[in-house]
């Protein structure tokens, strides 16, 4: 399976932004939903946000609701996690998923193509 390629990621102070962008190099994501998880350093991987294959509907982890937007084009292969006021506790390596259904699913069990991740740290 090709995995999907996560960018973007890079070391911030608290407050800053970064914003992630992930590529199917397969191109053939604009079916399907997209979502980003991320794992904190010694902890398990957390859902963080989810689009569905339109681009129209969206959802995100409490956590980083307000803060947080996930995006893509419709029809597109690539999908992006802008990210603003950053917080210490949001350092963790970023995964991008690809869902096997059209919609914006918050389980990890309903994503079955994951890249390899791109680590954020977010100083104090």
């Known amino acids: 399976q090709v995995p999907l390629v996560e960018s973007g990621g890079g070391l911030v102070q608290a407050g800053g932004s970064l914003k992630l962008s992930c590529t199917d190099s397969?191109?053939?994501?604009?079916?399907?939903?997209m979502g980003w998880f991320r794992q904190p350093p010694g902890q398990g991987r957390e859902f963080v946000a989810a689009?569905?294959?339109?681009?129209?509907?969206?959802t995100y982890a409490d956590s980083v609701k307000g803060r947080f937007a996930i995006s893509r084009n419709y029809g597109g292969s690539t999908v992006h996690l802008q990210m603003n006021s950053l917080r210490p506790e949001d350092t963790a390596v970023y995964y991008c998923?690809?869902?096997?259904?059209?919609?914006?699913?918050?389980?990890?069990?309903?994503?079955?193509?994951w890249g390899q991740g791109t680590q954020v740290t977010v100083s104090s």
């Open positions: 689009i569905n294959w339109r681009g129209d509907s969206t």
């Open positions: 998923a690809r869902a096997r259904s059209a919609a914006a699913a918050t389980g990890a069990s309903s994503y079955s193509y």
């Open positions: 397969r191109r053939t994501s604009s079916n399907n939903g």
